[in-house]
């Protein structure tokens, strides 16, 4: 299905990234596994074999994204596929004495490096008629308490999203965006997973009984960037168990 591309998946040295990246490299893509954590995207390529390539870098630092652009671009050749997928989650409200910091952080990993990473392999993809995928959330739908941070953010990428599609259509690019709901990842195991009265609230919303797995969003992902999905642009996928339907 996806013989002959090559797929930067950022954030995926765990959790959405590196189940996705082990689904496109099944599907015949070649991945650069990307990763602030070096050792843990050098192990999901180890997993994948000789297909991908790990790269540790923090995409919140644009020349370094700009770097990895370069280095991707000689070391597999230009990309066709990226996965904007490197988040965190802050779940603190403005009263809290983190907040600022709170702020920042989460604008530069969910917000700021999905700019920086799309400029970096812009040309790329314009080279190659590319194609985008973003990780937003179901929180640019629906709010939950002390989440004002990461909801903003998640806003942002689905704004993002829309922006860019209408934007990069013409050379050929499509971009979309894969908005998760409850997914068990690292990125929440010290948050709902261990709070069985969150868990709680959150399950009463999701009519499939069960919370999601990272393979859960992979499918939708791989969906998006084959040519299954050629022409959908602009659209956020909710992969979210039913959560928005009650």
């Given at each position: 299905m996806l013989d002959g591309h090559i797929a930067v998946v950022t954030g995926g040295g765990s959790g959405i990234g590196r189940g996705t990246a082990l689904v496109l490299a099944e599907a015949g893509a070649r991945v650069a596994v990307v990763d602030i954590d070096g050792a843990k995207a050098e192990a999901v390529a180890d997993e994948i074999g000789a297909a991908a390539k790990g790269y540790e870098?923090?995409?919140?630092?644009?020349?370094?994204?700009?770097?990895?652009?370069?280095?991707?671009h000689i070391e597999i050749g230009p990309a066709s596929?990226?996965?904007?997928?490197?988040?965190?989650v802050r779940r603190a409200g403005l009263s809290?004495?983190?907040?600022?910091?709170?702020?920042?952080?989460?604008?530069a990993v969910n917000v700021n490096a999905l700019f920086y990473m799309t400029h970096a392999f812009l040309e790329q993809l314009k080279e190659t008629k590319g194609?985008?995928?973003?990780?937003?959330s179901?929180?640019?739908?629906?709010?939950?308490?002390?989440?004002?941070v990461y909801t903003t953010s998640k806003g942002a990428v689905k704004n993002f999203t829309v922006g860019l599609a209408a934007e990069l259509g013409p050379f050929g690019i499509r971009v979309n965006a894969v908005a998760p709901g409850l997914i068990f990842t690292p990125i929440n195991e010290d948050g709902i997973q261990k709070k069985p009265e969150m868990l709680a609230r959150f399950m009463q919303h999701i009519p499939l009984g069960r919370p999601g797995a990272p393979e859960d969003i992979a499918g939708?992902?791989?969906?998006?960037?084959?040519?299954?999905?050629?022409?959908?642009?602009g659209v956020t996928l909710a992969a979210d168990g039913g959560y928005l339907t009650v």
């Open positions: 870098v923090d995409v919140t630092d644009a020349d370094a994204c700009q770097a990895l652009a370069g280095r991707v596929i990226l996965f904007n997928n490197a988040g965190i809290s004495n983190t907040a600022r910091q709170d702020w920042e952080d989460t604008m194609r985008i995928v973003n990780t937003g179901i929180q640019s739908h629906v709010h939950t308490p002390n989440s004002v939708p992902v791989l969906f998006l960037v084959s040519d299954l999905a050629q022409y959908v642009t």
